[in-house]
């Protein structure tokens, strides 16, 4: 199948040209089209930028007529003013992942190469996420105008360092935390974002626009956030990397909330390596983040600590108990261990962790309690003039009363946090004590303690399941609970496939190990190379991997 992805593994460069496609798809009535790539390989083998876009012109088309349109033109009306690079790239995410709510407007040019460092990196930001030229909207109507003219400190630092911000992705809207039957990679002013692997699969979410984004080759790093599995899910079902970081490393300040006790940004790349470039330019102490005094502290150049030899005689703790999400997945999951060993790690198996039930339950109750607590500071400080809704209860009356915002799913879980009593309810109080101490101190810390290993380990989450509008999410679990609620890192590589649809591994530390975490994923990324590129295939039973067992056997 065509490389469409642009910033594969073995390219050594990469340039993004604009050929006029927006006019050219329009005039054939097709939407087929791409980006224009020209590529040289790291073994001096040159790919035909002709043929490329021509192979991915080809992928468009199929995955259209899965799901056409009677006009293609006003999918693509976005795209007609943007300059030339950004027109391509927002036409070919508009004809496939649908992973972009916004593009900058002023980006000229597009001139990388993997290893430049951050310096000219193209780099999406994660819809609820501000920056001073473009809305931040959280996915939701009702922020449709919030444009306070401002960057968050993380998106000020990657300016101040060089980095492109290409636009906005989008994201399950609020993060995801609306309702208990949502529908992962849609927001009502996004639409839905597609798996680039299989475009009828789920993107999990809540960062589903940056995971697909990156994975569709659309840049090379992305900024998510997380408050338990917003980036290590859809980065390990999209074939990416993505990093949580520690809880205080990067600051929150001007990010559209949910829970000051568990959310951070993080990044989400094609490689460790990019990963932690992103990580060394973000983080970093926040006077208006009390969470991030110490980050500072703690901030190292990343890329610079990361050991392809990382592992060798290394006790690695095996997470037993968080397997089981697909039978396929548990065995790309044994498959890997033996590389571990093989890379000179000593594996010890873990089987029973602390109590997730429990963990869940009070992790629930401080979510709920922060969200309004949050969100309400949040919306106060947005401009009166550009946000009507200035509180969590006038969010739910704004989606009450527009048709497109609840036409798929409800809003029970903003009714329930509109109805809990703030920081100081004894109940909140309780169950932050409780969940933090289940999940960091008698969790994570013991395990490692009680094993006597340097990390945790365990599939990240299983394949992505089929996009359902009907009936939401198929949800099969995770392994993010543990560290969202300590507020611990959290790392997920790519492991391999499972019928096509790509895996991962998590890596899971103590606080602040966050370099650790990262130097021991980018060892397991060295001696396994298990990320490819996507097929784009309009559904799983297309799939290089699946089609031919569908057919009659010959």
């Not at 005039?27 to 040159?46: F, I, M, N, P």
């Not at 839905?192 to 979410?205: E, I, K, M």
């Not at 790349?269 to 060394?280: F, G, I, K, M």
Request: glycine content about 10%.
């Amino acid at each position: 199948m065509a490389n469409l992805s642009g910033l594969p593994r073995s390219y050594d460069r990469i340039t993004l040209a604009a050929r006029g496609l927006i006019g050219a798809s329009l005039l054939a009535l097709t939407l087929g089209g791409c980006l224009s790539v020209e590529v040289t390989r790291s073994e001096d083998r040159t790919a035909s930028a002709t043929e490329a876009a021509e192979a991915a012109v080809l992928a468009s088309e199929a995955a259209w007529q899965a799901n056409p349109s009677p006009d293609p033109a006003p999918v693509l009306v976005d795209c007609f003013d943007l300059p030339d690079p950004v027109a391509d790239l927002c036409a070919r995410d508009r004809m496939t992942t649908n992973a972009v709510i916004a593009w900058s407007p002023s980006v000229a040019e597009i001139d990388w190469r993997p290893g430049d460092g951050i310096r000219g990196m193209p780099i999406l930001i994660k819809d609820n996420i501000e920056t001073f030229d473009i809305p931040t909207t959280a996915g939701s109507m009702a922020l449709i105008d919030n444009a306070p003219g401002r960057d968050a400190p993380l998106v000020a630092r990657l300016r101040a360092e060089g980095g492109v911000i290409l636009g906005k992705a989008n994201l399950s809207e609020w993060a995801n935390i609306r309702s208990s039957e949502s529908i992962s990679g849609w927001s009502a002013v996004g639409g839905l974002s597609r798996n680039p692997y299989a475009l009828d699969r789920n993107t999990c979410g809540s960062s589903a626009g940056s995971a697909a984004a990156v994975a569709a080759g659309l840049a090379p790093a992305a900024i998510g956030t997380e408050t338990d599995g917003s980036i290590t899910c859809p980065a390990a079902i999209n074939g990416i990397v993505g990093f949580k970081p520690t809880v205080g490393l990067v600051s929150r300040t001007h990010i559209v909330p949910i829970s000051r006790s568990q959310d951070t940004a993080g990044p989400m790349t094609r490689t460790v390596s990019d990963a932690a470039v992103v990580l060394t330019v973000i983080a970093g102490s926040d006077p208006a983040d009390p969470a991030t005094a110490e980050a500072d502290a703690h901030r190292v150049d990343f890329a610079a600590g990361l050991d392809a030899g990382a592992l060798r005689g290394q006790r690695i703790g095996v997470m037993r108990f968080l397997t089981g999400y697909s039978t396929g997945t548990d065995l790309v999951f044994e498959e890997n261990l033996r590389a571990l060993e093989e890379a000179g790690a000593i594996l010890v198996d873990i089987t029973e962790g602390p109590n997730r039930g429990a963990i869940g339950g009070a992790e629930f109750a401080v979510l709920l309690t922060e969200l309004k607590v949050d969100l309400n500071l949040y919306l106060a400080s947005t401009d009166p003039a550009q946000v009507s809704t200035r509180t969590l209860a006038d969010v739910i009356a704004f989606n009450e009363a527009t048709p497109r915002e609840l036409a798929l799913f409800g809003q029970d879980i903003f009714i329930s946090a509109e109805a809990t009593k703030g920081l100081d309810d004894p109940d909140y109080i309780a169950a932050r004590e409780r969940s933090f101490r289940l999940a960091g101190p008698e969790g994570i810390d013991s395990m490692m303690a009680d094993h006597d290993v340097v990390v945790l380990i365990a599939p990240t989450t299983g394949p992505a399941w089929s996009i359902d509008v009907v009936n939401g999410d198929n949800y099969l679990g995770s392994a993010s609970q543990l560290a969202a609620v300590a507020g611990y890192p959290h790392l997920t590589v790519p492991m391999g496939f499972v019928d096509g649809l790509p895996v991962g591994m998590s890596f899971i530390g103590g606080k602040w190990q966050d370099q650790q975490v990262l130097s021991f994923g980018y060892a397991f990324e060295q001696a396994t190379q298990a990320r490819r590129d996507p097929e784009f295939a309009p559904s799983v039973d297309r799939m290089e991997a699946v089609a031919p067992l569908l057919r009659p056997l010959e």
